[in-house]
């Protein structure tokens, strides 16, 4: 259900590049947006995703996703605190939830969600975050914690590293800066796709 290669962009011009480069599971992360450019650039991405049939994954707005009739959303700590997770069950959304200690499992498995996210498993460059990075360690230990749900590892990746997450027991490995920030992204995208598609 959930694809091992997991880019998360910062717009949708960037779900426009990438998935007709072949991701299939891709999520828009956009920040600091009026309300009507969000929209507009929800509509653009899902279009472009249901074209080649991937899976959008909208962050945090979501309102947005369930007016949008989108199919996932994805979760924080933060924004669970304002989320009416019944509503966005009731409108047939899949729920990925951020964890980053015990504490923060313990709420995000309460809203039983369809993929749990840790991180950051090396450090990140994106943003400032209280916690260490978690190792590898951490994911053997997670994916024994959730069960059946899908393990998604997050921060610092590389191509590489995301070979070891999913060897270490990660489901997928999602990633920024080292397609983002990547002078060939697509090329680098490509380089992903074909290392996670191997180790999964
Ligand atoms: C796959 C994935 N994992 C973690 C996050 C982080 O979510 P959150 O803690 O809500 O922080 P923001 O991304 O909203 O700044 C994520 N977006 N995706
Ligand atoms: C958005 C985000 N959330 C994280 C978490 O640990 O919850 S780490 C992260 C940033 C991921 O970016 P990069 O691949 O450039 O390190
Ligand atoms: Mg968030």
Not at 75 to 97: S, T, Y
Request: overall charge negative; proline content about 6%.
């Amino acid at each position: 259900m959930i694809d091992p290669f997991y880019p998360v962009v910062p717009d949708a011009g960037w779900v426009a590049r990438l998935v007709p480069a072949g991701a299939r599971f891709i999520q828009l992360r956009i920040k600091d947006q009026p309300e009507d450019e969000l929209r507009r650039q929800v509509r653009e991405a899902k279009a472009v995703c249901e074209a080649h049939g991937a899976d959008l994954i909208v962050n945090d707005y979501w309102r947005i996703a369930i007016d949008e009739k989108c199919r996932w959303v994805h979760l924080g700590q933060e924004d669970l605190v304002d989320a009416d997770v019944r509503a966005i069950r009731r409108a047939g959304l899949l729920l990925g939830v951020s964890t980053h200690d015990h504490a923060e499992l313990e709420k995000g498995l309460a809203a039983d969600p369809d993929y749990v996210a840790l991180g950051p498993i090396y450090p990140t460059l994106l943003k400032k975050m209280p916690w260490a990075p978690q190792g590898l360690e951490r994911i053997a230990e997670w994916k024994k914690m959730i069960g059946n749900k899908p393990l998604v590892a997050i921060g610092g990746l590389t191509v590489e590293r995301a070979r070891l997450c999913l060897a270490a027991g990660a489901d997928s490995a999602a990633v920024v800066g080292d397609i983002v920030n990547h002078a060939d992204p697509l090329g680098q995208t490509r380089a992903w796709i074909a290392a996670t598609r191997v180790a999964a």
